[in-house]
Structure formats: C-alpha cells, structure tokens
DNA sequence: CAAGGCACGC
DNA sequence: GACGTACGTGCCTTGT
C-alpha cells in the first residue's frame, strides 16, 4: 500500500452501464428529462469515492466522436439508436456534475478515455501511488505498471497474479504476454465485446499464433493459410487490426500528471445542490446535506468558500445505489449500543414467574443451549425466551438428564398451550431437541430461518447474518464461547452463566426482533400461506423422519467391504501390470500424468481449468474401447467410491443411542426448494449400478413385523410441464397412461409409437431430462454423443411437435425479464437477477433456470405437502408405520405388516392430490425386505 | 485446512 | 467456434 490513491474513472463506460441497467425502468423526472445514466454514474461515483477514499481521482471522458471506443460496431449502434435520448442528455449532465463535485475531468482531444487513464497511470510516481481504474465489467482494478497496455481482463485485480495473465497464458499455451493483445485481436468477441475475426476460436489463434508471431505476421502470411479458416482471416483482416487496437491500452498520450490538479476536494456544494434538484435526486440530496452537519444551509453563499476539511472529506457521501434506488432510506436501529435487559432465571420460583409471563403472551421466541450440533446426541444446557424486543431471559438446565428433564416439564403448559406462537431460528433443531425429552410444541410455529429461505432463498438464513442484514447488529459469535471451529472446540457445558446468558437471551431477542421484519418481507410477496402451511409444518415431519432413523444391515455392508476390498486390490494391480508401474490411482494428478504422458493414449488431452488432464467418467469412457485400462481404472473408479462414501461412512454414523441412522435434512439451501441431506446424505444412495445397488440392500425395516414400502412420483417434472404448458399432445399421453419418452420419441423423429426403437426413446428420455434440468443444445450433445447439430435438430422437432411447451417456455423466460423472478405453483420464488443481463452465459444461467425453477419446485411444493398430509394421517390414525426417508421424488416407510395395504393406499392418495393439477398424477408403490426390493 | 477433481443421487 | 454445461453432498488428493 502506498501513500496515495488515485481513481480514475472512464464516463462513457459507466454512462452506458447506466444506460443499460434502466433501460426497462427508466427514471424520468417531472419535467420528463430521461436521468438513468447520470442517476447511475453519479451513485456509482460516489460509491467508488465512499467505498476506496481515494485521494486523487479523475473522471475521463473518449472524445472520438461518438465518443465511445466500441461504438462504430453495429450492436452498438442498433443498441444506442434504440434509445438515444438518455445517453445524449446524460453526458452533459455528467459533466457538471462532475465539475460541481470539484473533480477534474479530463478530455484528450483524438483519444479515448481508457487511453488516458492508461497514460497517466503509467505515469503517477510508482512509489506513491497506487493507480486504480474503474470498468463496468469487473468494478475496478489496480493498475499494474509492466501490464498496463493490456486491455482490462488482463490487468484488473490487485496485481497481475490475482487475475490470471500467467492462467490466460496457460490456457491458451502461449508464452509472451505481449501476445495475450494478439489473442484477444484474433478471437476477440469472448472477451468484453472486442470483435476478433468471426469464426476464430482459442485453438486455431494459439496456432496460428505459434506459427506466425503476431497478428501482423499472420497478416501477411494469409495467402498462405488454407481452406476456411484462410478465407476467414483474408475477411477478417480489418477486425482483426481493431480489435488488437482495442485490446491495447496507450500509454503515450499527451497528457500531464499533475499531483495538485488530481487531488480530491470538497464539492461545489451550491452548484451540486442545485443540480441535485433539478435532476430530482431527493433521496441523495438529503443524504448529502444531512451528513454534512457543520452546514446545512446549503444555501448559504460562503459555503463554497469553506476551507478544506482534509481529514474527512468523504463525510458527504453517506448514500449508496440501492438506498436510493429502493427509495426508501431505512434508518436502521443500532442496537448494539442499545440498551437490552437478559435476565438469568434460576430457581423453581423464578421460573414459575417467567412462565405465567409466557403464558399471557400471544408469541414467544425461544432458543436451546445445548453440548452439540447434532440434535440427535445433543444434551440441553439452557433454555432461553424472549417476548419482546431488547428483554429476554435464560434459563440453565442440569446436567443431568432425570433433572434437565424435570426442568422443561415445567415448561410444558408453555410449549403446549395452542394460544401462544413459538418462534425459533431453526425450529428443527429445538423440536428435535424438545423431542428428546418427551416435550412435543403445539400450536403455530414459526421459523425466521425458513422465512428468510422463502424471502431470499439463494442467500445465507443463519442468524448471525440476518441479524447483520436486518438489524445492523452483530450478535457475540459462538465462536467466542466456545472456540474456533476443529477440535479444540469446547464445551457449551463449561462456559460461564453469564456469558452463556448473554449469548443466549440474545439470541431469542434477535430472533423475535428478525421475526418482525421477515412477516412484513413475506406480506409484500404474499408468501405467509408458504411459509405457515408448508414448509412450518415440515419441520416436524422432518424433525420426526430425523428422529425416526432408519436400520441398517450392518452385516450385510461388512461382506460387501470385503467383496470391494478384494475387487479393488484385483483391479489396481491390474492397471499397475498395464501402466508398467505402480502409482496412486486414486490421484487424478497422477492418473493424469500417466495415461497422457507416460501412455500417450491421446495426442490432445483435454484438460481441466487449472490445467491438469481431465480424467472425468466423460472423458476418460472415451477411451474405454480400445484401452483395457481405462475400463480397469473406471471400475477402480466405481470400487472406491462406493466402498468409502457408502460401505464404510454408514456404518459409522449409526447412533450409539438409537443404534440406526439418522440423516439432517436441510429446508433451506437449495434455490429451487427441494430438501438436502447430509451426516449421511441419504439421497444419493446408489441405484443405477448393479455393485451400487448393493448398499439399497442394507437399508432394512427396523424389524420382522415391518417391511421397507417406497412411493416415488412418476415422472412429477414432466407432468407438471405438461399441465403448466397445456400442451395437449402431452397431457394426452400422460392421461393415457402411455410412456412419455416414446410418445416424445415417436414425435421428434416422426414415427408410429410402435416403431419407436430403444436408441430413440433413449435420445427422446434425454431431451425430456434435459429440459426438466435446463440443459442446452450442447450439453444435450455432450450427454448423448451426438453432434450438436443433431442434438440442435432434436430439440427443434421437439418444438415444433409440443409448441405449447416451446410456448411455456418463452412465458417463463418472458416473465422473469419482465419482473426478475419465477415462481413456483405455491409461490414459491427464485430470483433470476441476471435475467437481463448482457452477459450472455449469465443470462442463459437465468434463462435455463426460469424454465427449471418453477418446475423443479412445483414438484418440490407437491412432495412437502404430500409429506405433511401424509404424517398428520398416520399420526392422527395412530399407526405402527414411519415415515423414514424422502430423496425428492419418493418416500421411504418403515411399514408394519398389517397396515401395508392400507397405507399403500393413502399414500397413493396424498401424493396424487397434495396440489390439483391438470393432468394425471401418478406414483409408484413398492414394498419389500429392503430398501432395493421395494423399488 | 482449503481447493480441486471426481462421482453419487434426482 | 466457443460459450458452459441442473442441484446438491462427500470422498480423496494435493499443497500450504
């Protein structure tokens, strides 16, 4: 770090960000100026200014008319013409604002702004400053001297390592960064817009790179080179020298540094004010007067002549872009500095008080204290409550369990009293804990962890976060109690009373504080019915599935670990006999280095990001027919894995208590709102294999009066399409109860069902899936082994065969442009913020993800109220039978014997009618001695 | 201990 | 021609 930090700043690249970012939702003021770009150059200016604190800064603006450096190329154009009228007025409006912030701005008479910006970076004195450069693409990047001429991708990033010049060079296996310029000429357009020569891609640049130097020498040596790619350079010839002119930075241009000129100062405040107001930038306004408290008559004409208030110059600029652009300044309450009231209660007395407090209250937010993260082994240590905000109580409990348990009787008119609304940070986890002492909660629940997962469900829902997001507070860590993660973590059992008490009551504050302001997020959305009557009253379902457990035929995976272990030592000394050489095959390093190196099995490997071969099942079964030890390794492959992850973890997570194993699952992490499991993950257990399938057979009822019984959906994904597209051809084959991967498949290649053969329902089965999962053409391709064009010719007959699904599709697209977001049939949202953005593999992320969301988590919507309806039956008729398992489309039941019948039916039931829907719905029961047999 | 590579399920 | 290639969890290796 140096003394001083200079930003500079390229307008016209920020004017069209701007520009672009309103384009659907422009800010018009009451006379009707068009403000967008100069609205979003300014918060981006004053966020640069507030975030960095530069001491010099320069804003620079191109001065080729039309003064933006890519703006001759024809999407540009076609993009600026569209809607011209905010560029136009942005840039004068730019520039005084510029001028009344007192910030030099600086044009250069024939050269572009990053040119500028260039020059005088290569210029600053190296030892004082610190140069950094602001880009719409990347935000900004410090401006390393010897790489200065490369264009941005190049030299962003705090210094030439971070940002990969020496990875680009890897990549593209070529060994002067000088060249990086004459790749980016030659296949340009990957990279921030530079044209290149259409139809050049990384391969044939590294070659031709290699061969003739420079895009000069390939130049001159075009007559020379054969066949398309020849014709293609002769017509290229022109892009080629732009883009490379593009991709250079110069750093000659005229212009002086001047230290004095550069500095920051304080703003024009008359002048700014005035212009704030007429561009009617309120909130920014407010922002700026308010927190400049030595004057807030900002019509005061000594204003401007202040002296410098060196030290904290950057006061004023308390406003950032989503402040104002939510209009909507929270003052946010800093309660770290307020005053709280956690009490200790101790004492059958004092706990008798606390609970005739609780029970005259509507709602009440709790928390468990307890020796574990695992709910199942952990022991209580304490119990705290709060009921309104900044108060809160903890109350310890025994160590021992007789008398621990003694203590939450006393609570148990509180947890069962109907009245009262509990409300916890995930709620599964104190349920679960409750559970272990015999205490079951009635009465509406209410989980802020799980509103948040419904508010914001890619984001993070602990507590500790929520409380820094909503509250602006920071809650005493864990951490502090009990040390870092590893093992020397302690024991929540040896914290001091009255450290514990504070760390705890304030947890059942935060709590009840984030639950408030969660209610009015879910209000806005109209998401509560999601929240209260799904996924609240699965946390019960799935804290007593957790609880349940499932056996395991412990026996059974010792002889299967016996069986791999013979297997994999047969198979390694097999791959060492070919390979002519012992090694770790388990090493994809050294795998690597062998087959590709040693073996020269393939002249050109493919190889990973990092560079190392790729030697992936993808890859690797390529060779699978001409090389026995490639065959020899993916059964090596297949042996480990199974023989790690599955025969030997099990076993090892059974409880000591419960003798079975139970699995956590997880309501709150994957964006489209189906369930995880972990500690074991018990939904990817192997099926598809025949060795795989082995583990399903350890999965076992928990004794001879019981049967394992699984239900599964039957193709749930493509119902659901089929009803939301109403495509009739489809709704038709499911009503009929034909199989929909032949129907598909006697469509796309216009034949009769019957002479459908087992290749075309295999390609129709992938296309299905592969729309279900939002894959493109390409990996479609890649899935199938085919060329994409035949994989591009697949997926067109697939829409012009099911146009309402094409149809539906574009509905999906069309709305999350429009609004951001997708839902699902309960309502269930996924933001898909990049939907519009001019990043084209981002948009085709949220474009693939606005057909999948809302069909993945309909299905998801349907199995959790399939499950909740499902257990309210079988608790309500009493029956011997649990509900074990869920792996997204099926449940798994530990069945007694007599009530199999009966329940295969209302299980059938519930599933088919947990949500009504405009097609057949139909499931698949079996039952049998395990987990296998009953598929 | 983190990151990369790989593989399992739906 | 190249983009990047569903979502999760968990194992092993490698390098710090």
């Not at 082995?694 to 004794?703: Q, T």
Request: glycine residues 6%; hydrophobic residues 40%; proline residues 4%.
């Amino acid at each position: 770090m140096r003394s001083k930090k200079l930003f500079l700043l390229d307008a016209m690249a920020l004017i069209y960000r701007a520009h672009f970012a309103f384009i659907k939702n422009p800010r018009i003021t009451s006379t009707g100026v068009n403000t967008s770009a100069v609205f979003g150059f300014t918060n981006t200016m004053l966020e640069v200014i507030k975030k960095e604190k530069p001491t010099h800064f320069a804003v620079c603006f191109d001065t080729k008319a039309p003064t933006f450096r890519h703006i001759d190329f024809p999407e540009y154009k076609a993009q600026r013409e569209a809607q011209p009228e905010d560029i136009t007025t942005a840039i004068p409006l730019v520039k005084r604002l510029v001028k009344a912030m007192n910030i030099p701005l600086i044009e250069l008479d024939g050269f572009e702004a990053d040119d500028v910006i260039g020059t005088l970076a290569k210029k600053a004195p190296k030892d004082e400053f610190d140069v950094f450069m602001y880009t719409p693409d990347k935000d900004y990047g410090q401006l390393v001297d010897e790489h200065i001429f490369l264009y941005k991708p190049a030299f962003l990033g705090n210094g030439i390592e971070v940002m990969g010049v020496p990875e680009i060079l890897a990549k593209w296996e070529i060994s002067r960064i000088d060249q990086v310029i004459d790749m980016l000429g030659l296949m340009g357009d990957k990279v921030d817009n530079i044209p290149g020569i259409p139809g050049v891609g990384e391969k044939t640049a590294v070659k031709l790179l290699q061969e003739y130097d420079s895009i000069e020498g390939i130049l001159a040596n075009a007559d020379k080179i054969p066949n398309k790619i020849g014709e293609k350079i002769r017509a290229g010839k022109e892009s080629a020298l732009m883009s490379k002119h593009l991709a250079r930075i110069e750093i000659n241009v005229p212009v002086e540094f001047d230290e004095e000129d550069l500095k920051m100062c304080e703003p024009n405040t008359e002048e700014l004010s005035a212009l704030l107001d007429e561009l009617e930038f309120r909130t920014l306004k407010t922002r700026l007067i308010k927190s400049d408290g030595s004057n807030q008559d900002l019509n005061k004409p000594e204003t401007k002549d202040k002296p410098k208030a060196e030290t904290n110059q950057m006061s004023l600029f308390g406003a950032t872009e989503e402040e104002e652009v939510e209009k909507e300044v929270k003052e946010k309450d800093t309660i770290n500095s307020v005053v709280h009231d956690y009490y200790l209660i101790e004492g059958k007395e004092q706990r008798a008080e606390l609970i005739e407090y609780l029970m005259a209250q509507d709602e009440i937010c709790f928390d468990t204290e307890t020796t574990d993260v695992d709910a199942i082994d952990a022991e209580i240590v304490g119990l705290s409550f709060a009921y309104r905000a900044k108060e809160a109580f903890y109350v310890p409990c025994p160590p021992r369990f007789e008398e621990a348990k003694a203590v939450l009787e006393e609570f148990r008119s509180v947890f069962e009293n109907e009245k009262i609304m509990k409300i916890a940070q995930n709620l599964k986890y104190d349920l679960t804990i409750l559970s272990n002492y015999g205490i079951e909660i009635k009465g509406t629940l209410y989980d802020t962890m799980l509103a948040h997962y419904i508010v914001e469900p890619e984001q993070r829902h602990g507590m500790d976060y929520l409380a820094m997001n909503y509250l602006n507070y920071e809650p005493v860590s864990i951490e502090t109690l009990i040390g870092g993660k590893g093992k020397k973590q302690g024991n929540m059992r040896d914290v001091p009373l009255e450290a514990i008490k504070e760390y705890a009551a304030e947890d059942a504050d935060i709590t009840l504080q984030l639950k408030t302001i969660l209610d009015k997020e879910l209000k806005k959305t109209s998401q509560e019915k999601l929240l209260y009557e799904v996924e609240v009253p699965l946390v019960s379902v799935l804290s007593s599935m957790e609880r349940e457990g499932v056996k395991l035929d412990v026996q059974a995976l010792q002889d299967l670990s016996d069986t791999l272990h013979k297997d994999l030592v047969i198979t390694q000394s097999e791959i060492f006999e070919i390979a002519g050489m012992e090694f770790n095959v388990g090493s994809p390093k050294q795998l690597g280095e062998i087959l590709f190196e040693k073996m020269k099995i393939d002249e050109k490997p493919k190889k990973t990001p990092t560079g190392q071969y790729a030697t992936g099942e993808d890859v690797l079964s390529n060779y699978e027919a001409e090389h026995e030890i490639v065959k020899k390794i993916l059964d090596f492959r297949e042996l480990s894995k199974l023989k790690s992850t599955y025969v030997e973890a099990l076993p090892q997570l059974i409880s000591k208590k419960t003798g079975r194993i139970h699995t956590s699952y997880n309501q709150a992490v994957t964006a489209t709102g189906r369930l995880s499991s972990t500690n074991p993950n018990l939904q990817n257990i192997p099926i598809r294999t025949e060795r795989g399938r082995e583990i399903r057979k350890a999965f076992i009822p928990r004794d001879s009066d019981h049967l394992i019984l699984s239900a599964d959906y039957s193709q749930i994904e493509l119902r659901i399409m089929a009803a939301f597209s109403e495509d009739a051809s489809m709704v038709e084959a499911f009503n009929q109860g034909i199989d929909i991967h032949s129907t598909t498949a006697a469509k796309v290649f216009g034949v009769e069902l019957a002479d459908v053969n087992s290749d075309m329902r295999r390609k129709a089965k992938m296309v299905n899936f592969g729309i279900i999962y939002g894959i493109s053409a390409f990996g479609l391709a890649q899935r199938l082994g085919i060329p994409r064009g035949e994989a591009k010719d697949i997926i067109d007959a697939y829409f012009t065969q099911f146009p309402n699904v094409k149809t539906f599709m574009d509905e999906c697209i069309n709305k999350a442009r429009e609004t951001e977001y997708v839902e699902t049939i309960l309502g269930r949202r996924r933001y898909l913020r990049d939907i519009n953005s001019r990043n084209q593999t981002n948009r085709g992320f949220a474009e693939r993800n606005a057909i999948n969301a809302p069909i993945q988590g309909s299905a998801a919507d349907m199995i959790k109220v399939a499950m909740i309806n499902i257990h309210d039956f079988m608790k309500a008729e009493k029956l011997k039978s649990k509900m074990i398992l869920q792996v997204h489309d099926e449940l798994v039941f530990d069945a007694h014997i007599s009530e199999i019948e009966y329940l295969k039916e209302k299980v059938d039931y519930f599933m088919v009618n947990a949500i009504p829907m405009k097609v057949k719905i139909e499931t698949g029961i079996g039952v049998g001695k395990n987990w296998l047999e009953a598929h």
